[in-house]
């Protein structure tokens, strides 16, 4: 075409195209992003930040709740984690939860009978025989 009318019509139908090949991908790269989960270095911060909530939680790692209580507590975070994500696995976390997911861990704490547990054991003497 050497008509300016038709090269024109051509410019705008080839740029009308191009918008929309670019809004389906901006479509299929925002489906990943919502569905892309977090990565092991991400996986392993948050497993930093749960072992310290919970040995916090527990009164230190040398406290007698830890030595007692220390599994069902563990198990306790991750189950509450997993329920509130709505997630299998901690793993299965999605990179636009991470920020969430460890204001999440950060601010856990067990629930009442449980801290009421693990205050009547660190409250008691333990015995050390000779």
């Given at each position: 075409?050497?008509?300016?009318?038709?090269?024109?019509?051509?410019?705008?139908?080839?740029?009308?195209?191009?918008?929309?090949?670019?809004?389906?991908?901006?479509?299929?790269?925002?489906?990943?992003?919502?569905?892309?989960?977090?990565?092991?270095?991400?996986?392993?911060?948050?497993?930093?930040?749960?072992?310290?909530?919970?040995?916090?939680?527990?009164?230190?790692?040398?406290?007698?709740?830890?030595?007692?209580?220390?599994?069902?507590?563990?198990?306790?975070?991750?189950?509450?984690y997993k329920k509130y994500?709505?997630?299998?696995?901690?793993?299965?976390?999605?990179?636009?939860?991470?920020?969430?997911?460890?204001?999440?861990?950060?601010?856990?704490?067990?629930?009442?009978?449980?801290?009421?547990?693990?205050?009547?054991?660190?409250?008691?003497?333990?015995?050390?025989?000779?």
């Open positions: 075409p050497t008509d300016p009318r038709e090269l024109l019509m051509l410019t705008i139908k080839a740029h009308e195209q191009t918008a929309q090949r670019v809004d389906v991908l901006e479509e299929k790269v925002s489906d990943l992003e919502k569905s892309t989960t977090i990565d092991s270095s991400q996986q392993y911060t948050l497993e930093r930040i749960a072992k310290t909530t919970v040995i916090s939680a527990l009164g230190g790692i040398d406290s007698r709740a830890y030595q007692l209580m220390s599994r069902k507590i563990f198990s306790n975070i991750w189950r509450d994500f709505k997630l299998g696995s901690y793993r299965d976390t999605l990179k636009t939860d991470y920020e969430n997911a460890k204001n999440y861990l950060e601010s856990w704490s067990p629930e009442v009978n449980t801290s009421l547990k693990i205050k009547e054991y660190n409250s008691q003497l333990s015995m050390v025989l000779d």
